[in-house]
């Protein structure tokens, strides 16, 4: 069975701070991996993809992956009340579909 | 373009009863997908296309049926609904191949079923 591991939160960050939410996946041989933002009430939206070790940067985000470890970060800077939402991971395990983690539910102290 | 659309919105069901959701996309994709999403659940893959005239199950298909209309429509159908099927249901598209590119979702389908 793949799975796709978050905490569910909530995780409170006070605006400005970092906020970092974690994502562990169960094969290493997974090649494609997805963070997307979900409000209340609405559908997902991507943030961030990355496909091989390392940092990707795209304004205040940062995706962080590390193979080996089996695990994919996502770092927000700067955090602002907007990014109040639950966040989903999301990992490819060798076919055309993702697994989805059950989401982060972040907050952002103003 | 007004990428990927649902309907409807909302739907209210009495056990037994049966229905179609709809989904559409015009950004000419080839991969369709629907997922259901419960309270702690995340997002379950029901049934996908990964292109015109092909479909597979997901992770939990019991229940569903689905047809790839043509390459923009895919359609989810309850045969005889059950309370369990009370969800949000979102469709989404993808270019398509391998690694799987970006998923494009709709903006959801809120049942519930009595």
């Known amino acids: 069975q793949k799975e796709v591991e978050q905490n569910s939160g909530p995780l409170s960050v006070p605006e400005g701070a970092i906020a970092s939410l974690n994502c562990t996946y169960s094969?290493?041989?997974?090649?494609?991996f997805f963070w997307y933002r979900q409000y209340s009430g609405k559908s997902p939206e991507l943030i961030m993809s990355?496909?091989?070790?390392g940092d990707k940067e795209d304004g205040r985000f940062t995706a962080q992956l590390n193979k080996a470890s089996q695990y994919v970060s996502l770092l927000i800077r700067d955090s602002q009340p907007s990014d109040s939402a639950t966040y989903l991971c999301?990992?490819?395990?060798?076919?055309?579909?993702?697994?989805f983690g059950t989401g982060t539910r972040l907050t952002i102290i103003p | 373009n007004a990428g990927v659309t649902q309907t409807p919105k909302f739907q209210v069901l009495k056990t037994g009863q049966s229905m179609t959701l709809q989904c559409a996309q015009d950004?000419?994709?080839?991969?369709m997908y629907w997922y259901r999403q419960d309270p702690g659940m995340g997002l379950r893959l029901i049934y996908y296309?990964?292109?015109?005239?092909?479909?597979d199950k997901g992770e939990v298909p019991n229940g569903y049926n689905v047809s790839r209309l043509n390459k923009r429509e895919f359609s989810l159908r309850l045969e005889s609904a059950a309370p369990s099927q009370t969800s949000v249901y979102f469709c989404?598209?993808?270019?398509?191949?391998?690694?799987?590119?970006?998923?494009?979702f709709g903006p959801g389908t809120r049942l519930t079923v009595l």
């Open positions: 989404a598209s993808s270019p398509g191949g391998y690694p799987p590119d970006t998923q494009y």
């Open positions: 094969d290493r041989g997974s090649q494609s």
């Open positions: 990355i496909y091989s070790n």
């Open positions: 999301a990992v490819n395990f060798g076919n055309e579909k993702l697994t």
């Open positions: 950004m000419n994709h080839n991969s």
């Open positions: 296309s990964a292109s015109e005239g092909t479909t």
